[in-house]
């Protein structure tokens, strides 16, 4: 299967920034889109919003409540995707969670979450 593993969270204060990362590691697979969402405090994971998106051609797409502030990226040989947060608000407190398309020889697409990192913003 496909792992994802989330690093980079923390607590900021309302203003500052943050950089997540998050790897994907298996064996044979391809990864095609990558993803954060976030989940906020008291929602539930069918409630997790999408924050960014990126190809791997590198089209990007934000929620729009975070335009201008986030910025998507990714190393595809790396096979790695992060998320730059600055300017950040307390409405950005929430567990980040990376997510991919995938694909895997004999299993065919998949979808695969990180385990989240947790965001916090204090105002």
């Known amino acids: 299967q496909v792992q994802l593993v989330e690093s980079g969270g923390g607590l900021v204060q309302a203003g500052g920034s943050l950089r997540l990362s998050c790897v994907a590691s298996?064996?044979?697979?391809?990864?095609?889109?990558m993803a954060w969402y976030r989940q906020a405090p008291g929602k539930q994971r069918e409630q997790r919003e999408l924050?960014?998106?990126?190809?791997?051609?590198?089209?990007?797409n934000y929620a729009d409540s975070v335009k201008g502030r986030f910025t998507i990226s990714r190393d595809n040989a790396k096979n790695t995707v992060y998320l730059t947060m600055n300017s950040l608000k307390a409405e950005d407190t929430a567990v980040y969670y990376c997510?991919?398309?995938?694909?895997?020889?004999?299993?065919?697409?998949?979808?695969?979450w990180g385990q989240g990192t947790q965001v916090t913003v204090s105002s």
């Open positions: 997510n991919a398309d995938a694909w895997m020889p004999g299993i065919g697409a998949i979808n695969p």
């Open positions: 298996g064996r044979c697979f391809s990864i095609n889109a």
């Open positions: 924050v960014a998106a990126i190809t791997t051609g590198g089209s990007t």
